[in-house]
């Protein structure tokens, strides 16, 4: 029997579950969970994709993500390829770490991305692994309570619908755990309704690995402003920070790599001497993942 075909929607989200081959672990040690976290922020700055929320559990990983113009899997296929490799070879072991397809269910509804917030975030506490999910360190859980800065997840869209006021929004994050929503639960995992989430997205197609990013040199610093943790601002200025620089030569590298801009178009872009940005390109390793 076919596989089903994915339906890519940019700009849609989906609850995506990536578990090890035969439900084995697919953690080691703590520095796994951590090279998973800068894969991850390679790879949706890579595909201009958005992370709402995640959670990283001993045989499993539960995602909330939301596309760009790139298909899903294209980005859990880079980082999962990537990631299993590194720690294959750390292990001196082969095979599949990852069962070969990834589970992934498009959220229609803002309801539902609510319930699939407290769906992620309360995975290990329905596993019975700690009582209260402020216990668990590998999820999202911490951003949303403001305990721990991760610049390459978003949480203002999510803070916002519970609260449009920021400086409430923590607290209405932290009752909202306080009851867990159990019909808004069962929703947010079933499958969506594929007609209602095309009627909310027209541009709807299927899913082609082989389509190319559609971007601009504004599109690559806004990405980098997220997974850096810098403005814009100091982006096209003359500051020239650790941070800043790196996040610079990221975008060049990527303009290149993606036939978006040349150097020296960049260098217009950016504000910057082409020359200077050869020679720090010339210096760096033009690869960013581990």
């Not at 849609?12 to 080691?28: D, E, I, K, S, Y």
């Not at 923590?170 to 095309?198: H, K, N």
């Not at 996040?247 to 020296?264: E, P, Y």
Request: net charge positive; with cysteine.
């Amino acid at each position: 029997m076919a596989r089903p075909l994915r339906i890519h929607v940019p700009g849609a989200f989906h609850h995506v579950t990536l578990r090890g081959n035969h439900r084995q672990p697919v953690f080691f040690q703590a520095s796994d969970r951590e090279l998973l976290g800068r894969l991850l922020a390679a790879g949706i700055a890579d595909c201009g994709a958005r992370v709402h929320a995640y959670c990283w559990m001993t045989n499993h990983v539960h995602l909330l993500v939301q596309v760009g113009d790139v298909p899903l899997g294209v980005l859990i296929h880079r980082v999962a390829s990537r990631y299993a490799r590194t720690v294959q070879a750390g292990l001196q072991t082969t095979g599949h770490l990852f069962e070969n397809r990834f589970h992934a269910v498009m959220v229609a509804a803002d309801a539902q991305l609510l319930a699939l917030l407290h769906y992620i975030h309360l995975n290990p506490v329905r596993a019975g692994i700690v009582d209260h999910v402020a216990a668990y360190e590998w999820s999202s859980h911490h951003a949303y309570a403001g305990t721990r800065a991760e610049p390459w997840l978003t949480t203002a869209f999510l803070l916002g619908m519970l609260d449009p006021r920021p400086d409430r929004q923590r607290t209405a994050y932290a009752l909202s755990l306080g009851g867990e929503p159990a019909d808004g639960i069962t929703a947010a995992v079933a499958p969506a309704d594929v007609e209602t989430v095309v009627d909310q997205h027209p541009g709807c197609q299927a899913a082609n690995p082989t389509v190319p990013c559609r971007q601009t040199l504004s599109d690559l610093l806004d990405q980098a402003t997220e997974c850096f943790g810098v403005t814009r601002e100091s982006m096209l200025s003359p500051l020239r920070t650790r941070a800043v620089t790196s996040a610079r030569q990221w975008i060049v590298r990527t303009a290149l790599d993606r036939g978006i801009a040349s150097v020296s178009e960049a260098a217009r872009f950016l504000g910057r001497h082409e020359s200077s940005l050869r020679k720090a390109l010339a210096r760096r390793s033009p690869r960013h993942d581990q």
